[in-house]
């Protein structure tokens, strides 16, 4: 299975630093050039791997393969040195071990698998080695996990060439796996085939029709067209007459794949029990397709695992050029979001005056940030609308004033009327008759103050729930990386809010209460808005005679005074009886007139005043006085989660680094 020299000169290093960045990025979220092999269970996928590599691979019934085995062969050239490998001895005469190089003598092999270290072997330890890793990942029942065994052989004859073979497709659980191993097993096979970059080494047996295997199946759902799957199909002894239009897929029924078909004759078990060599093995392949009455006259591409091992060397080195540029750009744009996280992480402070200082510094950020929030300044929302506080709490100014409204009474009504009666009744006897009743007005007024308490307290939970959303995701954006003192900053900045919603309550509580207790104002408002309506109610029942129904309207129901708009029809109405309660009426409408206004605005300009003091002053005070008192290079220190996250995101960054030196290496060759 030579190469010719020429050829492994200019792909060699190619392949070389491709695999290289393979073990670079492990764990990398970045998708290399693969070919990947995949096949229904017992379609002879191991067979296939070792016919190529020339090794041995586990073998038995059922599902062997349990997680995914990523297998690089480097062929090796007469005096080409085999890599130095640490190996650890042990003295007879002591229980102390050291370390020590040893050039391993070819043919070996080196196997390990993510979070493992990797260990070198013989070549004829190679199947044990895998059922041991296997099962040290997968453990010992038959589960499949999805996290792969890395095997690199060293030995002559052998292409120099990557393969990653997966498990097999099952239909039916058995014995002690999965129920839903079936389901399991296509999920790996769909990771590792969907993107773009993989080459899908699709097994397939002879003695099947081809539209049936579920493998080439899934090929066809993430690559339609067969653009980058390569057929190969084994147990060719078992084939039906006409296996030779298939492998062209001159059939109605066949599946044209790009990249063709490959027919493979392996070893069969009687071969294997016999100890016949996998060289031995490739010539008995090669003399029997020389001998098949079908196959013999295809051409040379058609047949053999000679042939396959050439075909995938070039189909390798091909990928490996064309997506280069683009691995460039995915590795470029990931280590610049690695070295964003990491210029993000927090500082690890080594004194308490650091920590003092850091504390104290990201807490005027955040006072600053909420500040100019507070003042209509949305930077700092950057772009979280949430957050836009000032916008905000006028919406729920507005929403007060909507229920405020809601809530009050209709004043000019017949309704009305009614209840003003029954107070003035009440109160008859205090003062003289044909004064109005200051008792009375007292009552209704008080009445009418009485229903903007639960207005006011929706309004003061609303607000407090809103600004206690700003305060902790602003005070959260500050001090998240400080795992151990954020629970405290935000226990504390629940105590401030808790502290100025409880001022509100207080200092609105007071002013309801003034307003029930003092019938009282100075606005010219009142009796300038009861004057205008009496003249009004005037000009309805007695229009002059001159007047035009074209400056007097008619109909008394929306009649504009001042800046209201008022229904006088039941006031228009009223017998002369009624007088004093008519005039009753227009006073408590004209008074609540000025309570509303000075009121809405009062309970409004409250909360904003005592939040704007949180803000900017006493959630500051609060935690410095906080912070003095507690240890805080206790509460900084890093947690041990967060400092796992620091390692890997510096090991990704150190990976992605050596990987671009890699690829603009290659860029450059």
Known sequence: ????????????????????????????????????????????????????????????????????????????????????????????????????????????????????????????????????????????????????????????????????DLPGITRNAVGDQPKNIGDIIQAIIKQYITPEETIILNVIPANIDFSTSETLRMSREVDPNGLRTLGVVTKIDLATRGIANRLQAKGERDLPLKMGYVAVRNRSQAEIEGNISHEEARQVERDYFLAHEELRDLPPYFLGTDQLALKLCNIQAERIRAVLPQKIKEIMAQSKAIEESIARLPKVHSSLVECQFHASGQLRDAVSDLTRLFQGDNAPAKGNKQLHITTRLMELFSNFKKEVDRSTSEFLTD???????????????????????????????????????????????????????????????????????????????????????????????????????????????????????????????????????????????????????????????????????????????????????????????????????????????????????????????????????????MTSSTRLKKAMEVLRRIERA
């Open 1 to 164: 299975m030579s190469l010719n020299t020429t050829y492994r000169d200019n792909v060699r290093p190619l392949l070389d630093a491709v695999d290289g960045l393979r073990d670079t990025l492990r764990g990398e979220k970045i998708n290399l050039p693969s070919i990947v092999v995949v096949g229904d269970q017992s379609s002879g996928k191991s067979s296939v791997l070792e016919g190529i590599s020339g090794v041995a691979l586990p073998r038995g019934e059922g599902i062997v393969t349990r997680c995914p085995l990523v297998l690089r062969m480097v062929c090796l050239q007469e005096g080409e040195p085999t890599p130095l490998a640490p190996i650890t001895s042990s003295s007879s005469s002591s229980s102390s071990s050291s370390t020590q190089q040893q050039e391993w003598k070819s043919p070996c092999a080196r196997i390990g698998a993510e979070g493992e270290d990797d260990r070198w072997i013989s070549i004829e330890k190679i199947e044990s080695a895998i059922v041991k890793m296997t099962n040290k990942i997968a453990g010992t029942r038959s589960s499949v996990v999805d996290k792969p065994i890395h095997l690199t052989v060293y030995r002559p004859e052998v292409p120099d060439l990557t393969l990653i």
């Open 415 to 649: 309704y009305y009327s009614r209840l003003v009666k029954d107070a003035m009744a009440e109160n008859m006897g205090v003062g003289l008759p044909n004064f109005l009743s200051h008792p009375a007005l007292q009552q209704l007024v008080t009445a009418e103050i009485h229903k903007l308490r639960s207005p006011c307290e929706a309004l003061i939970n609303d607000a407090t729930s809103f600004m206690t959303r700003a305060v902790e995701d602003v005070g959260h954006r500050y001090f998240e990386h400080t795992e151990r003192l954020l629970p405290l900053v935000m226990a504390e900045l629940s105590t401030c809010i808790e502290k100025t919603k409880s001022k509100i309550d207080k200092r609105i509580s007071q002013t309801l209460e003034i307003e029930e207790n003092s019938v009282f104002t100075l606005s010219p408002y009142y009796l300038d808005l009861t004057k205008r309506i009496n003249a009004s109610i005037a000009l309805h029942k007695n229009p002059p005679a001159s007047t035009s129904v074209a400056t007097v309207s008619l109909n008394p129901a929306a009649v504009s005074i001042s800046d209201v708009t008022v229904d006088l029809t039941s006031l228009v109405r009223a017998p002369v009886a009624d007088q004093p309660t008519v005039e009753m009426q227009i006073s408590v409408y004209a008074y609540w007139q000025v309570v509303y206004k000075r009121v809405v605005d009062q309970v409004a300009l409250d909360i904003r005043h005592y939040f704007g003091c949180l803000v900017r002053r006493d959630m500051y005070d609060h935690l410095q006085r906080i912070f003095m008192t507690r240890n805080l290079l206790e509460d900084m220190r890093e947690s041990e989660a967060a400092a796992h996250a620091r390692e890997d995101l």
